[in-house]
């Protein structure tokens, strides 16, 4: 079977490299970029982050979703 | 001694003082068990991203401190049973804290208040160079903003 033929993307965790983006729950703006048009929090293999990142993204999504900061479903506007 | 952080949300319909005697019972709980507030912000009424108690809007309060950890219980037993806070959410920093960083760190969060402040008071001052300051900052960052969403919804449809 013929290998699928995937477009290329980066391999490196944005995280990693740009050492002053910062993940915390109350820095919105940073997390809007990592979930999709629903709100869904995107897997790590279509942006490349690394496990630690993606751990403490995962988490920091959440509890923003807790405290109304980042909806549970559907677009955060501001 | 432990750090922690806790961010509340109040009713948005509440009054200043009322605002203010929340912030200061929750305060003085903290600091009649022992514990210090290291930094106390309020973020303003900001719309939530989904109704809570069927409010669209709330007063959110960032409060970084250090307690025991049964002074936090009991600080979140308080909360559950006011009814004006509509949620809460505390995250534990650090497992230990000792005098100096507490000092350290107010030192810190009180200098970089202060810049803040100076900043602030020179814009006023001189309004002109001040404000093309900040419209080119202005004019810069939502540029970024935009490049970056751009890229992001691109991945998305692949």
């Known amino acids: 079977m013929a290998p699928r033929n995937r477009t290329f993307r980066p391999r490196v965790c944005r995280f990693c490299t740009d050492k002053e983006l910062v993940i915390d729950y109350k820095d919105v703006k940073v997390l809007r970029n990592l979930v999709t048009e629903r709100g869904k929090i995107v897997p790590r293999r279509i942006y490349g982050t690394c496990a630690r990142h993606q751990r403490r993204v995962t988490e920091a999504i959440k509890r923003a979703r807790q405290l109304a900061l980042m909806s549970y479903s559907g677009s955060t506007q501001y | ?158």
């Open chain 2, 1 to 158: 001694m432990r750090r922690y952080e806790t961010t509340y949300i109040l009713r948005p319909n509440l009054g200043e003082s009322q605002i203010t005697e929340i912030i200061d019972r929750t305060n003085d709980i903290i600091k009649n068990d022992g514990g210090t507030i290291i930094d106390l912000n309020r973020w303003g009424l900001k719309t939530l991203a989904y109704e809570i108690k069927k409010e669209k809007q709330g007063h959110y309060v960032y409060f970084d401190y250090t307690a025991h950890g049964s002074t936090v219980e009991e600080m979140e037993r308080i909360f559950r049973i006011d009814d004006q806070i509509l949620r809460f959410l505390t995250i534990k920093l650090a497992d230990s804290i000792d005098q100096e960083t507490i000092d350290n760190e107010i030192e810190r969060i009180a200098a970089s208040a202060a810049a803040e402040k100076l900043a602030k008071d020179t814009e006023e001052a001189g309004e002109e160079k001040a404000a093309e300051d900040t419209e080119k900052a202005g004019e810069e960052k939502p540029a970024e903003d935009t490049e970056k969403a751009g890229e992001d919804t691109d991945r998305n449809e692949e």
